[in-house]
């Protein structure tokens, strides 16, 4: 499978990705968040230079500052709002690949400000497409957006990549308004067999791991109470979610951007069109699990309490929503690699020992990319083999 050894706070780095990151320039949208944070942390591990774009840094507890993803890649702060500067700053990168990450990312905020989640999840994703259609040069862009871009109708089976578009909420149509400017953009301008961008859309479950501090989030919820010894105050226990580690729609994300690129065999079964469109990266159904059951998992690994309690500021909020993940499984051959229980346990463990001092952020961190790594080339996942 050949992997080779890296003494960098005990990381074993791995031939991943058909190695297609070392020495690369990528572009992150939206660095500063939870996912953008453990993405260019894993992109650091794998050679890349990394420059990220966002408009903001959050003045508290925050997985960007922890790693000190600030010292160790070039770090510009802007708004996906505004054409110019965006446009500057890509330009200036040069890019090989871009992730797009940067959104308003919280449902219940959208209620709060449904102009500004609308922008930005929807313009902000418009002006970077446009920005590339002028340029110059090769660049492969996956735009990340979410599960909740599907019209949900309480359906017991997952949504697949066909499916109609929507949302009751403002976060959710943003993104249902996303993918369909993004599919608008790929057939408007890059879908002709010498175009030099290529680009894809995914949509991930609900993803937990250590270093998520958002408010009206579950898991953070939970590190919070447990922190303090508090009991965990839940809202919904039986709404029911595709729960994922971080790490699962990251490796999705990575390994499509490589396929995207040109330089990797594909697939048998694929084409470079089939590659250049919308991908779910979810769990398997065994993770399709109430909150109530994340949360008596959670308990497992950190002794606690929970409590129910209902909001008094109560907003819709979906009862049932999964993915389905077959067209990912045939045309890229990604699938999950670590199980429900597995995710949980890892990102307890995260939260529970940087609270400790057991480990600190950054050896938590590239611990559990690490071991997942290792989990990847054990189970013969196709990213983590050389080509």
């Not at 990705?17 to 020495?23: E, L, P, T, V, W």
């Not at 968040?33 to 408009?55: I, N, P």
């Not at 859309?201 to 958002?214: F, L």
Request: proline share 4%.
């Amino acid at each position: 499978m050949g992997f080779r050894s890296c003494t960098v706070e005990g990381l074993v780095e791995h031939s991943m990705f058909a190695d297609q990151f070392r020495g690369r320039r990528v572009f992150v949208t939206g660095h500063t968040g939870f996912k953008g944070a453990w993405l260019c942390e894993w992109l650091l591990q794998l050679g890349a230079k990394v420059t990220g774009y966002s408009d903001e840094v959050a003045a508290d507890q925050n997985l960007f500052a922890s790693l000190g993803l600030a010292q160790r890649m070039r770090h510009l702060l802007g708004d996906v709002r505004d054409l110019t500067a965006l446009e500057q700053a890509v330009r200036h990168a040069a890019p090989d690949f871009v992730f797009h990450l940067a959104a308003q990312s919280l449902v219940r905020r959208s209620y709060a400000d449904p102009i500004g989640t609308v922008t930005t999840n929807v313009t902000g994703t418009a002006n970077l497409l446009d920005v590339l259609r002028r340029l110059d040069h090769p660049v492969a862009c996956v735009v990340v957006t979410s599960d909740k871009c599907y019209e949900n109708r309480e359906v017991l089976h997952g949504y697949r990549e066909d499916d109609a578009l929507g949302g009751h909420d403002p976060y959710s149509a943003s993104k249902g308004a996303a993918e369909i400017i993004t599919h608008a953009y790929r057939r408007s301008f890059f879908s002709s067999p010498d175009s030099k961008v290529r680009v894809a859309s995914t949509r991930a479950g609900n993803v937990i791991g250590g270093g998520d501090w958002a408010v009206d989030r579950i898991v953070p919820d939970c590190a919070r109470s447990l922190a303090r010894a508090a009991p965990i105050v839940v809202r919904n226990p039986l709404a029911t979610r595709p729960w994922q580690h971080v790490l699962e729609p990251l490796s999705g994300y990575l390994w499509l951007a490589a396929l995207l690129s040109g330089n990797v065999q594909l697939p048998r079964v694929a084409l470079a069109a089939d590659v250049a469109s919308g991908f779910n990266f979810g769990p398997l159904p065994e993770a399709n699990r109430s909150v109530a059951a994340l949360v008596k998992e959670v308990l497992m690994h950190w002794p606690g309490s929970w409590t129910q309690e209902a909001s008094v500021q109560a907003v819709h909020e979906a009862g049932l929503l999964g993915l389905a993940i077959d067209k990912a499984f045939h045309l890229l051959q990604w699938q999950p690699t670590w199980s429900f229980a597995q995710s949980v346990a890892a990102t307890m463990r995260w939260y529970r020992d940087t609270h400790t001092g057991a480990r600190g952020v950054p050896a938590a961190t590239r611990g559990d990319i690490a071991e997942y790594q290792q989990a990847a080339v054990q189970q013969g996942q196709r990213w983590a083999q050389s080509s």
